[in-house]
């Protein structure tokens, strides 16, 4: 009688993926702002053509370019003028946000877990990241921030796609029970593996890649983008710190010494970061769940 092998997390992790049709591609207007944003060849006309016939990406970002946070004099309604004033990037972390957005399912809370919850912790380990990034110049801020909002995007597709076993996870977990060593133990794979796979399917750039895969793990990574995966390690334990956890429980651990180090943060760097956080995510949009998934 032959015994079958256990499958590896990798195995796992694509059997799970080839189930979720509906997140195997990016949509295709956020493909093309990618390709577009990316492009450094690339003109607002471009960008124009990508986005002006997805009415709501249009719209937000006509009332992004009006908000309080660029305190323009004049009110901009021509949406190629706003895509002017924004930038490539901003446009792209507009695109992606509501991507993300788009995969929650009707909000579902569990213990001290939330999913509106997990999406506050997202939105909030972006805006840290861009405000580390801001004072190490370790990475591109705006870069920072697409990377802490994808950082958890293998936490979202567990919860719901696995969401039996989900909820034994979040029995199980606890202030001293690191997340990821608990999700091995009943899944077999880790939300950064997961994480990775997916957006390595959705063709994201390496370092967002990166950042994903290793934000609980600075440590094991070598390459070359070190800077982000260090910065997104620190935004999220920080954030878990001020009580934004993506769990519901504060159990991030405090990154290795070596992350501050590389990032040339030292004590009087982080405890400046950490009192600028109150004001950061207190006045963060965190734009709200359901009118991004258009309920």
């Given at each position: 009688m032959s015994v079958q092998a256990k499958a590896t997390p990798e195995e796992l992790v694509q059997q799970l993926f080839s189930r979720i049709s509906e997140v195997s591609t990016l949509p295709t207007v956020a493909l093309q702002i990618i390709e577009v944003a990316n492009n450094p060849s690339s003109g607002a006309a471009d960008l124009l053509d990508a986005v002006e016939y997805d009415a709501a990406l249009a719209t937000r970002i006509v009332r992004t370019v009006n908000s309080s946070y660029y305190s323009l004099q004049n009110k901009v309604a021509d949406l190629k003028l706003a895509i002017t004033l924004l930038g490539f990037k901003e446009i792209r972390n507009l695109a992606m946000t509501a991507n993300v957005a788009q995969l929650f399912k009707a909000d579902a809370d569990c213990g001290n877990y939330s999913r509106q919850a997990l999406w506050t912790h997202l939105v909030a380990t972006g805006t840290t990241a861009r405000l580390i990034a801001e004072r190490c110049r370790k990475a591109v801020p705006r870069e920072a921030y697409l990377a802490g909002l994808l950082h958890d995007l293998g936490l979202i597709l567990i919860d719901q796609y696995l969401n039996k076993?989900?909820?034994?996870?979040?029995?199980?977990?606890?202030?001293?029970?690191?997340?990821?060593?608990?999700?091995?133990e009943i899944l077999g794979f880790n939300h950064m593996q997961l994480g990775e796979y997916v957006a390595s399917q959705w063709r994201l750039p390496d370092h967002l890649i990166a950042a994903i895969r290793y934000h609980h793990a600075p440590q094991s990574y070598t390459g070359e983008y070190r800077g982000m995966v260090d910065i997104v390690s620190l935004a999220n334990f920080l954030c878990h710190a001020k009580g934004f956890s993506s769990m519901g429980v504060r159990n991030a651990e405090v990154p290795p010494a070596e992350v501050f180090a590389r990032l040339g943060l030292e004590e009087q760097h982080v405890a400046a970061i950490w009192e600028q956080?109150?004001?950061a995510l207190a006045t963060i949009d965190v734009m709200s769940l359901g009118r991004l998934r258009g309920d």
């Open positions: 076993p989900f909820l034994q996870v979040l029995d199980v977990l606890a202030e001293d029970t690191p997340l990821c060593g608990v999700e091995e956080l109150d004001d």
